[in-house]
């Protein structure tokens, strides 16, 4: 990819027009500008290259010896519920507001690609006025047409109207994770097969968006992590196109867990497990790598454990995924900027509060919760 190219837009350039100036000072605008420590601080966090000639100011991307030592704390923390209205109790349980929510845009038809569309249990605007929102969005929905036809703009106009939408109900700088886990099979409007039509759909999608008036929107392209169906990086959309590398991250192997495993079996096999999250083909180390030779942030806007009766393979209430996820956070604060918590009240990887919990099949994570409030609750 052409990493040191002259980016189409420049989010900097949007700020010094005065279209934001009015809400500059606002806790999610601080967040977003910020950049909370990243290697790819002030200028690559608005969407431009550090160096106007594409060169890097920290061609290394490791940590200066002027930073601080890093904290916890520099890192955003987002949670996606699948109910808004679950929303304030979590919160309160977690001790803190969270930094970013996350929703999902329906994929069965355009329509849902509206926000007064959308089966949201509280307004968007309420929770968009103290934390960033985060959105995933498919890149047309799978069972109306095909991604040849976004690739050529037949939809153009479909996205227009969801861009209205969201500026109507103040999401106007929404950060977009636009059909992630492309790398996946199962993603229906993934690239596997297909890895330039996605990347062309993506293309014309992204300019569309960024060619209505008001918008500020940031992109994620967030493969799964691990060697799954194909070569994800084959699927990259171009620095141009693209603000933030995502991943989604479970605690999910074949490695759990054999009969009569005891105590010390389990943790070995946790331990197993994460060594594989992090050090294995297209692992952590190696997506950290990726992000920081595209100068772009890394986000986690799906990772969390999951039960053991999802799909016999899931960790279970593993406490130490966490405790193991934020040591790597921090030995990569150069280019870590935020993690999203995936907490469907419904789900196998649910963390929070009991009262919250509404799933009859899979077990509310009471270890992992714990632990994941005490590194990041207030």
């Known amino acids: 990819m052409d990493a040191g190219s002259t980016?189409?837009?420049?989010?900097?350039?949007?700020?010094?027009?005065?279209?934001?100036?009015?809400?500059?000072?606002?806790?999610?605008?601080?967040?977003?500008?910020?950049?909370?420590?990243?290697?790819?601080?002030?200028?690559?966090?608005?969407?431009?290259?550090?160096?106007?000639?594409?060169?890097?100011?920290?061609?290394?991307?490791?940590?200066?010896?002027?930073?601080?030592?890093?904290?916890?704390?520099?890192?955003?923390?987002?949670?996606?519920?699948?109910?808004?209205?679950?929303?304030?109790?979590?919160?309160?349980?977690?001790?803190?507001?969270?930094?970013?929510?996350?929703?999902?845009?329906?994929?069965?038809?355009?329509?849902?690609?509206?926000?007064?569309?959308?089966?949201?249990?509280?307004?968007?605007?309420?929770?968009?006025?103290?934390?960033?929102?985060?959105?995933?969005?498919?890149?047309?929905?799978?069972?109306?047409?095909?991604?040849?036809?976004?690739?050529?703009?037949n939809h153009d106009e479909q996205f227009r109207a969801m861009a209205r939408s969201f500026l109507d109900n103040d999401l106007a700088d929404a950060t977009l994770r636009i059909s992630h886990e492309m790398n996946g099979r199962w993603a229906a409007t993934g690239a596997v097969g297909r890895p330039r039509w996605y990347v062309a759909a993506w293309r014309q999608v992204v300019d569309v968006l960024d060619g209505v008036d008001g918008t500020d929107f940031s992109y994620i392209w967030a493969p799964h992590i691990g060697e799954l169906h194909m070569d994800a990086t084959e699927a990259y959309p171009g620095d141009d196109w693209v603000d933030k590398v995502g991943l989604t991250v479970y605690d999910v192997n074949d490695l759990y867990y054999p009969e009569d495993c005891d105590p010390e079996c389990v943790r070995n096999r946790r331990r197993q497990v994460w060594d594989n999250i992090v050090d294995g083909n297209f692992g952590l180390n190696d997506w950290a790598q990726f992000a920081r030779d595209h100068g772009k942030p890394l986000v986690f806007p799906e990772y969390g454990v999951t039960a053991r009766n999802r799909n016999g393979a899931g960790g279970g209430d593993n406490p130490l995924f966490f405790r193991w996820f934020a040591d790597w956070m921090l030995a990569n604060s150069d280019v870590v900027e935020w993690h999203n918590v995936w907490s469907f009240v419904a789900g196998s990887h649910y963390i929070g509060p009991e009262s919250e919990h509404q799933s009859s099949e899979f077990p509310r994570h009471a270890d992992a919760s714990e632990a994941f409030k005490s590194l990041y609750g207030g």
Request: proline share 5%.
């Open 7 to 153: 980016s189409r837009r420049c989010r900097t350039d949007r700020i010094e027009d005065g279209s934001d100036t009015d809400t500059s000072v606002r806790r999610r605008e601080l967040l977003k500008r910020a950049g909370q420590g990243a290697v790819v601080a002030s200028g690559l966090l608005a969407g431009c290259s550090a160096n106007e000639d594409g060169g890097d100011a920290n061609p290394t991307g490791t940590a200066t010896e002027t930073s601080a030592k890093p904290s916890l704390d520099q890192f955003g923390v987002g949670v996606y519920l699948g109910d808004e209205g679950a929303l304030e109790p979590w919160e309160e349980w977690f001790g803190r507001t969270v930094d970013y929510y996350s929703l999902n845009v329906p994929r069965d038809g355009w329509e849902k690609y509206r926000i007064e569309n959308m089966p949201l249990e509280r307004p968007i605007a309420d929770i968009a006025a103290d934390r960033e929102i985060v959105v995933t969005v498919h890149l047309y929905p799978p069972e109306q047409t095909r991604m040849i036809a976004v690739a050529r703009g």
